[in-house]
């Protein structure tokens, strides 16, 4: 299986690049963020007030890490469920967010505002945090803090590993690689 | 009556909590290595190989298998010749779960209220059920429990007419409609029977056998072998990415119910499946 090295920020030439099914590792910054702070930054939005960090060409990871142990960057961190952020998601697509990594599907809604702005899901292994916070080489809070797992972080990685399930088409490879392997309906 | 210090059943927790979110079960791995074998997409072959590879790395680093490390959800069967000594039960459970996820750097996933949604710092209150039992021991299982696959849940109040059938097809629609959510390869656990609730109950109690048990009732049993072979033929396959390694195993619990009713649950766990049991 090939695999392709991305970095950040992941410009619109990259997202275009990107199709779903290719395996990726991604090096650069990436930002955390999850059920609570996707609720923050929208309510942010509303009021008019300036975001933590610039969502132009930004990547957002669905992850709430676990602690870090005594000399350790970050505890276990692997992707949270997708769907509970889909609501919370266009505004953010429309200011620029160009990729977005969890585990799950995604709805229409979301999936057309990423065709629409040019923007990529990607997925991670759920489960596999450990391995995942293995690729994490800096951790910092920059925003929220209050919110403990949730609060959003600045992280470095390299070569994190994800695949492209939803491409700035809309291919889905949740779709069509179930169908392959589907014997009964 | 035989003397119990809940100190000793908190210090159980505290040690369970850590163990259980650090060191995938023998019976996980067991199906891992079955599954990694039988699972005919690549990519699903990769997946599952590095499931292994992360149960490895959690165990030799000492972090935990999957950041979720869980509402704690306890089972106490106390023995009616058992008199507990040294403070309240339900306290000492709580403070062991505190030790445990403090101690062990677990993740404090807990909020105070469901609508105020403010976390509260140590991952209490656990979720506990009790039960009495004869004898004069206290068995506790600790099963934490992540929210991926918990979302998944579902509940329907069938009629006695839609039988065998209709179990099996609320099951496999649920997992169905759960897609790529809970983290396949997942371990269903399924209540059939009782009250609502109890059935929920059973559901949850199901997942905390191991991958490879059955029921001991030959029905039951040929229930959990059939739907796990319906389920591995919804091709949703590792993390919902195609295969035929949905799930790893299907637990069926049933109790006795009303004549107007089956009530059947899906209770959805994760592939990390945790479930730890100290009997003092």
């Known amino acids: ?18 199709k779903a099914g290719d395996s990726v590792l991604i090096s650069g910054t990436m930002y955390t963020g ?38 350790r960057i970050i505890g276990s961190a692997g992707p949270t469920t997708s769907y509970r952020m889909d609501d919370l998601t266009v505004p953010l697509l429309e200011l620029g967010l160009t990729g977005m990594i969890g585990k799950g599907a995604r ?11 040019g923007a990529v899901y990607f997925a991670a292994i759920g489960g596999a945090g450990a391995l995942i916070a293995n690729t994490i080489k800096e951790c910092e809070i920059i925003a929220y803090e209050e919110l403990g797992p949730e609060a959003v972080r600045k992280l470095t990685v390299v070569d994190f590993p994800a695949v492209v399930v939803i491409d700035s088409q809309g291919n889905n490879l949740y779709e069509t690689e179930r169908k392959k392997y589907q014997k009964i309906d | 009556m035989r003397k119990v210090d809940v100190k000793e059943i908190e210090n159980a927790i505290r040690d369970m909590s850590i163990k259980t979110n650090i060191y995938v079960g023998e019976d996980v791995l067991n199906a891992f290595n079955k599954f990694q074998k039988e699972e005919t997409s690549p990519v699903g072959k990769e997946i599952i190989a590095n499931l292994i590879k992360n149960a490895e790395i959690a165990a030799e680093e000492q972090v935990p298998i999957c950041q979720d490390t869980g509402m704690a959800v306890v089972f106490v069967e106390v023995g009616q010749e058992v ?32 609508l105020i949604r403010k976390n509260t710092g140590d991952n209490t209150p656990a979720v506990i059920y009790y039960d009495i039992l004869p004898g004069d021991k206290v068995k506790i299982t600790l099963a934490p429990k992540g929210f991926g696959s918990e979302n998944m849940s579902r509940l329907k109040m069938l009629k006695p007419s839609d ?36 059935a929920t109950y059973l559901a949850k ?33 590792p993390q919902g990415l195609g295969g035929n390694t949905t799930a790893l195993a299907v637990n069926v619990e049933a109790f006795a119910t009303h004549i107007a009713g089956l009530p059947v ?9 945790r479930h730890e049991v100290t009997i003092i």
């Open chain 2, 163 to 198: 039988g065998l059938a209709g179990v099996l097809d609320f099951v496999v629609e649920t997992v169905s409609i759960a897609g790529p959510n809970p983290c396949p390869p997942i371990v269903v656990g399924v209540g059939i029977g009782g009250t609502s609730d109890k």
């Open chain 2, 265 to 273: 649950a899906v209770n959805i766990n994760c592939h990390v499946a």
């Open chain 1, 107 to 117: 709805s229409k809604t979301v999936i057309d505002s990423m065709k629409k702005n």
């Open chain 2, 83 to 114: 008199q507990l000594i040294g403070g309240n039960i339900t306290s000492a459970i709580n403070e062991g779960v505190r030790r445990g996820y403090k101690e062990g750097y677990l993740r404090k996933s807990v909020v105070e209220d469901p």
């Open chain 2, 205 to 237: 109690k199901a997942l905390t056998r191991d991958i490879g048990s059955h029921n001991k009732a030959e029905h039951l049993r040929n229930i959990e072998i059939t739907l796990l072979e319906k389920i591995n033929a919804l091709g949703i396959g």
């Open chain 1, 34 to 71: 999850r059920d609570a702070a996707h609720q923050k930054l929208i309510d942010a939005i509303d009021k008019g007030e300036v975001l933590p960090f610039d969502m132009k060409d930004a990547i957002i990871y669905y992850v709430g890490p676990a602690p870090a142990k005594p000399g």
């Open chain 1, 1 to 18: 299986m090939k695999i392709k090295h991305i970095s950040t920020p992941l410009s619109h030439e990259k997202v275009k690049d990107l």
